[in-house]
């Protein structure tokens, strides 16, 4: 029950990150995530949403660039020290991250952070063998 | 095996062919003293009359004509018919600015619709075809031009003239066009348009493509061929000569084949006037001399191209140009080095990138800037913004090998950069406005 992210192609112009989130709204879409990488001219606006694929055709449709991509998203104690271990056991697998963010969604003491690593099978199975929880697609609310 | 549409002057000796432009240059020039005194004027001024002009050797002694000669004679001092003979105007779509209008006698759109007869059936277009012309109709030379081709090949003509994108592919797809004519630019946008609409090239019926009327590179032609699953075949033409089919490619698409019949070509240098051997590139000149309404004698195209005699196998014996590979007033100048939007189709095609750019150029602080305006494609996105960097670099270097300059590149969202459904603009040169 992987998680897919949503990666878009965005130009550096005003009203762009507007229009993009507008027409989620129109469509009933709720966003998990959001977060932007960018330089000067362009950007890369990755999502997580309830419905990935409803986004991801929608999007299409209006022309826009975009891709999937399976991220990690980690249970992390909501509390101070909570992401360090996490991040030390991929400092010491020797795993690099390309990038993470957080989910606006809370649980029960839990935060939750995406993860997008060099070796996802590595990543999983430390996690597994240190009892750190991975959430699925049920327990964030991702239905399509 | 190749076919012809006329074979005995396709592949007429080149004694015949000599023997024909020796005696229609003499009349042409006979015809242009005698009827268009802007004409004899030019002669006079050179201390010329008809009896100088004793064949192709002596062509060189005539002025030249530009594209000011037909601004300065506009609009009927270049006719050499009475008006009452001409059954038709043309005119350049005026993308610099400079409009012509060009006449034709009956005679003349006769002679014109059999070079672009031969130019389908060079595609291998037969009366079996179903030919789709989506060049524009009206003033512009395209349209009427493969449409009076088609007829005379005997294909079945669809005149579905340029736009609504949608309806082109409806009609190819259901009324199995085998046949397409319009722009490169129009081509690739139908094949993108195509793979959007979820079709692949087995869907359409599709064979052989004719494009022309703007400047486009081998690649772009491989990518035109495979989205479209076609052979695309260039043509070549100016409504100050007829329109398109002055030139057209065969099967060995090595080069089109000048009508000359009809048309006597000269490579020149384009700064001193001088005629170049064949074989060196330079400007493509032309003298029309066959044409009634609107002849023209050595008319400066500022196409930068090379002639060819070799042996072609196709079997015509026609001289063949290449694809002009620049306008003497497309190119630009800049920070001193000479560029052709042509060069920076090439390198987008092999980066992978759509060859929708538009070229930016600025001056500031007294110095030349260059930006390329790229559409990012589906293929090249990546969610790793570190990733689409790395390609935008390798583009940028890509453009400095091919230009010899630094460009900066900016990728935008796809569909940005707008596309004309007749020639597309692609430079914009803020240093003259």
Redesign the interface.
């Known amino acids: 029950m992987t998680v897919y992210q949503i990666s878009v192609f965005l130009e550096n112009r005003t009203g762009q990150l507007a229009e993009i989130t507008k027409i989620l709204g129109d469509n009933q879409i709720d966003m998990r995530a959001i977060s932007i990488a960018e330089t000067a001219d362009y950007g890369v606006l990755r999502l997580i949403v309830d419905q990935p694929q409803k986004t991801t055709s929608i999007l299409l449709s209006q022309g826009f660039v975009l891709s999937q991509t399976p991220v990690v998203v980690v249970t992390v104690p909501d509390q101070p020290g909570g992401l360090a271990p996490v991040l030390q056991l991929i400092a010491d697998g020797g795993i690099d991250i390309e990038y993470m963010y957080s989910l606006f969604t809370h649980k029960e003491g839990n935060a939750y952070m995406v993860f997008r690593v060099s070796d996802d099978e590595k990543f999983t199975s430390l996690l597994a063998q240190n009892g750190i929880a991975v959430a699925n697609r049920q327990e964030l609310g991702i239905t399509d | 095996m190749e076919r012809y549409y006329q074979p005995e002057i396709e592949c007429a000796s080149r004694e015949q062919i000599l023997a024909w432009q020796n005696e229609r240059l003499v009349k042409q020039v006979r015809n242009v003293w005698d009827n268009v005194p802007y004409y004899r004027k030019k002669m006079e001024e050179k201390g010329l009359t008809p009896d100088d002009i004793k064949g192709v050797a002596d062509l060189h002694k005539l002025p030249f004509v530009t594209k000011d000669d037909l601004r300065e004679a506009y609009p009927y001092g270049l006719v050499a018919r009475p008006l009452k003979d001409c059954v038709r105007i043309q005119s350049t779509s005026g993308t610099t600015g400079k409009r012509v209008v060009a006449f034709y006698t009956q005679h003349d759109i006769d002679l014109w619709e059999d070079c672009c007869a031969r130019a389908i059936v060079a595609a291998g277009g037969t009366n079996e075809d179903v030919c789709q012309v989506s060049y524009g109709y009206g003033l512009f030379t395209g349209g009427p031009g493969l449409n009076g081709g088609s007829h005379k090949v005997g294909c079945l003509t669809i005149p579905t003239s340029s736009g609504n994108t949608e309806r082109q592919i409806m009609f190819i797809k259901d009324l199995n066009a085998t046949i397409l004519c319009c722009t490169p630019s129009y081509a690739a946008y139908l094949g993108e348009s195509m793979k959007e609409m979820g079709m692949s090239p087995e869907d359409i019926p599709l064979k052989a493509g004719i494009f022309g009327a703007e400047a486009w590179s081998e690649e772009m032609r491989q990518d035109i061929q495979k989205t479209l699953g076609i052979k695309a075949y260039d043509i070549y033409g100016l409504t100050e000569l007829s329109g398109p089919g002055v030139s057209f490619e065969c099967s060995a698409q090595t080069g089109m084949h000048i009508n000359e019949d009809h048309f006597i070509a000269e490579i020149i240098d384009p700064n001193t006037g001088e005629v170049l051997p064949d074989g060196t590139q330079g400007e493509l000149v032309f003298t029309s001399i066959t044409k009634e309404a609107f002849p023209l004698l050595r008319y400066r195209t500022r196409d930068i191209c090379v002639l060819s005699r070799e042996k072609c196998p196709c079997g015509r014996t026609h001289v063949k140009m290449s694809k002009p590979r620049g306008r003497s007033d497309d190119m630009l100048i800049i920070k001193g080095v000479n560029v052709f939007p042509s060069q920076i189709e090439t390198v987008l095609i092999a980066q992978g990138y759509q060859a929708n750019y538009q070229m930016i150029v600025d001056r500031v602080n007294n110095s030349d800037t260059l930006e390329v305006m790229v559409e990012?494609?589906?293929e090249n996105?990546?969610?790793?913004?570190?990733k689409?960097?790395e390609m935008e670099k390798h583009l940028v270097s890509a453009l400095k090998a091919m230009l010899g300059i630094y460009a900066k590149v900016?990728?935008?969202?796809?569909?940005?950069i707008a596309r004309s459904e007749g020639k597309a603009v692609r430079v914009i040169d803020k240093r003259k406005i």
């Open positions: 990012m494609t589906p996105f990546s969610d790793n913004l570190g689409i960097t900016r990728l935008v969202a796809p569909k940005t």
